[in-house]
């Protein structure tokens, strides 16, 4: 759906463009395929908290659609921490499997950071490890965290070229916020943080060419908080019930802000399908990795 009032933001089509990088992949797959390169990805379920099993589904489904053979492994909710340590010991040793994504939350008893910091840095598709996050900082090129990825890809569809132009990322978290304004970084931008402790966040996004919203809170951005032209990336999954049952929407008030931004990602349609885009992305990236196919470089500082 794109906007056909010119007073209303258009639409960043998450779903045509992660199509596109889908594409991308299953291309490059086709590619490795005639070197007799099989990427492989192996996704690893504890427990049977319905919204991880969906997750996982469509993970291995979309894999599959891209040619890239998937592996589930699961375990139950009372499996220890050593079980799910032995099992990615497993995984790490079989030069069959080029990327391991665990499912997360983990079940509470089983120490999350313990389990990703085990999974070998270079089939780790998360991005999580700290190898990863390290080598993200200093511009090599590294397993980057998904969700991230896939926003700077629908940035650069929607503006091309991001140099010079001012991003304010809003939630700092290790897995969208942090990487997120170290890509933009990367990108050329000059890049604030605005988190729960901020003072006058919506000032400083104001300023913002480029907002990038991962903060967890139904609704909370709205048009005041945007500067006229502004390009909005909602990352936030949200659901609320309204007296016509319940709903998905984002961290963003769409409908307030599309009549300030010149364009905005719609939740869902947006963010979602590219995460799944890049988590694909980086396996192929880590089987290319590991075969030699592909060398590190490093990004200009
Ligand atoms: P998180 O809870 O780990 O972090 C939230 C961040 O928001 C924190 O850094 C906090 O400082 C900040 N924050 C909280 N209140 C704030 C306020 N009033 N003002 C400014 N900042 C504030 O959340 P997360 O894991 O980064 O996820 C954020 C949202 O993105 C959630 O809705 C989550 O479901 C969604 N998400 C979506 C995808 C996707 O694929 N689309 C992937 C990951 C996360």
């Known amino acids: 759906m794109t906007s056909t009032n010119p007073a209303l933001a258009r ?7 992660s199509a596109k990088v889908l594409d ?9 395929a005639r070197q007799q390169i099989y990427p492989a990805l192996a996704v690893l379920l504890v427990g049977e908290d319905p919204a991880s099993e969906v997750y996982v589904r469509n993970k291995l489904l979309r894999a599959k659609e891209v040619g890239i053979r998937s592996l589930e492994y699961r375990l139950p909710e009372i499996a220890s921490q050593n079980d799910v340590l032995q099992l990615i010991a497993q995984l790490n040793a079989d030069v ?4 391991i994504l665990v499912q997360l939350p983990l079940p509470a008893h089983i120490d999350e950071a313990a389990v990703i910091h085990a999974i070998d840095p270079i089939k780790d598709v998360d991005g999580f490890h700290r190898e990863n996050v390290g080598g993200l900082v200093q511009g090599i090129e590294v397993l980057t965290p998904c969700t991230p990825s896939g926003c700077m890809r629908l940035l650069q569809e929607t503006c091309g070229d991001l140099s010079g132009l001012h991003a304010v990322v809003i939630g700092r978290s290790n897995i969208v916020g942090k990487p997120m304004a170290t890509l933009l970084l990367q990108a050329d931008c000059s890049v604030s943080v605005v988190h729960s402790r901020s003072v006058d966040a919506p000032t400083l996004c104001r300023m913002a060419d480029i907002v990038v919203v991962a903060v967890g809170r139904p609704q909370m951005i ?12 909602d990352v936030g999954i949200n659901r609320i019930t309204t007296a016509s049952g319940t709903r998905l929407v984002g961290d963003v008030d769409y409908a307030s802000a599309r009549t300030v931004a010149s364009a905005i990602t719609p939740v869902p349609g947006g963010v979602g399908p590219m995460t799944i885009a890049y988590l694909l992305k980086n396996t192929l990236v880590a089987s290319q990795l590991q075969r030699g196919v592909r060398t590190r470089h490093s990004m200009p500082l």
Do not use: H, M
């Open 24 to 32: 991308e992949v299953r291309e490059e797959v086709q590619v490795l």
């Open 222 to 233: 709205d048009a005041s908080w945007l500067k006229p032209g502004a390009v909005v990336i």
């Open 96 to 99: 069959t499997v080029n990327g």
């Open 11 to 17: 639409d960043i089509d998450g779903k045509a463009i």
